[in-house]
């Protein structure tokens, strides 16, 4: 069976995990710490704060910019659904614009275009780790005093050139930017997210939210000579990363550089082998775009249908998964407000599928993906 992907972790990953759990620290602690400096300092973010997933790291960011009942929070319908939940979570409402048809990435025009009084934030999505369009929609926010959050879940490692030159997906551009450590991103650990930051008080709000509120964390009350009596300031969470994550995290984090180069090869690669098929459409990077390439999207002739080719792709032992969610399908949001269509979005959707993508895969994995694809839509 070729997967969807696949995690890179051996030795490593093993041995930094049984030396947490030996230590006897293995809630959040001192390996969460150096995790989130050494993220940080590959970014080049000022601050980076660990929690424990995505979702909850899009929920710090809105919450720590006091967004609630009444506001609007203007985002691409076509992304996972915790984008989405993330905004109703707060109690405020998510606004759905459509998309680029070449990046799947969020369209500044529309972004624009939606825009009311009652805007707080923009969510952009770096979908499938393609960086979106950062200098547009920053010059957007800018000027019109609305919050940029990047929900970058998919785009560690991935690099952007702004002002003359590249910088990774987290160094601040916008107010914040959200990371994803799930199996099925390019670095794991196993479950776990990352908020990086410019701004010193928006770090101090997500480290005292994702713990209960609490005055002093515990890595301080345990530490100190004298009792330590805390307060709880706040209606909190309890978002923590453990150690034993952040243990596994540096090691991935050690990789990445390594990790992307290999998936960027495996990429180029998958375009030389599907590039003269009829009627399918490859990804786009634009030229001032580096993309981790977390997934590998291609769009299917107008000709096939997307469930009988994953089917026939499966029954050979090559798994694909169909295009990109639009949030606006699914019924908690079936009534929601877009201030335009999002045809884009649900073709994205209905044609598109993605093929298996990950650093341990061989020539021959490759091979035989694009043999499959091809004597299907061949026919």
Sequence with gaps: MIPIALPLLGDDEAEAAREAVLSGWVSQGPQVAAFERDFAALVGAPYACAVSNCTTALHLALAALDIGPGDEVITASHSFIATANCVRYCGATPI????????????????????TSRTRAIIVVHQMGMPCDLAALVTIADRHGIALIEDAACAA?????????????????????????????????????????????????????????????????????????????AVGFNYRMTDIQAAVGRKQLAKLPDIVGRRRAIASRYAELLGNIEGLSLPFEPEWARSNWQSY?????????????????????????RGIMCSHREPPYADGKHRHDLRRSELAQDQSILLPIYAQMTEGDQVRVATSLRAYLGR
Excluded at 98 to 105: C, E, F, G, K, R
Excluded at 300 to 314: E, F, I, N, Y
Aim: net charge positive; glycine share 10%.
């Design 96 to 115: 759905f614009v459509d998309i680029d048809p070449d990046t799947y990435n969020i369209d500044p025009n529309r972004v624009a275009e939606a825009i």
């Design 297 to 321: 999207c291609v769009r299917l002739p107008s000709r096939a249908d997307q469930r009988t080719v994953m089917q026939k792709m499966l029954d050979q032992g090559i798994a694909t998964r």
């Design 157 to 233: 490692g991935s690099q952007i050139r702004m002002n003359g030159g590249w910088d990774r997906i987290g160094k601040p551009h916008g107010r914040i930017a959200c990371f994803s450590f799930h199996p099925r991103k390019v670095i794991t650990t196993g479950e776990g997210g990352m908020l990086t930051t410019s701004d010193p008080e928006l770090d101090r709000k997500f480290r005292l939210l994702r713990q209960h509120g609490m005055s002093v964390p515990d890595t301080v009350r345990h530490g100190s000579p004298q009792v330590i009596f805390e307060d709880y300031l």
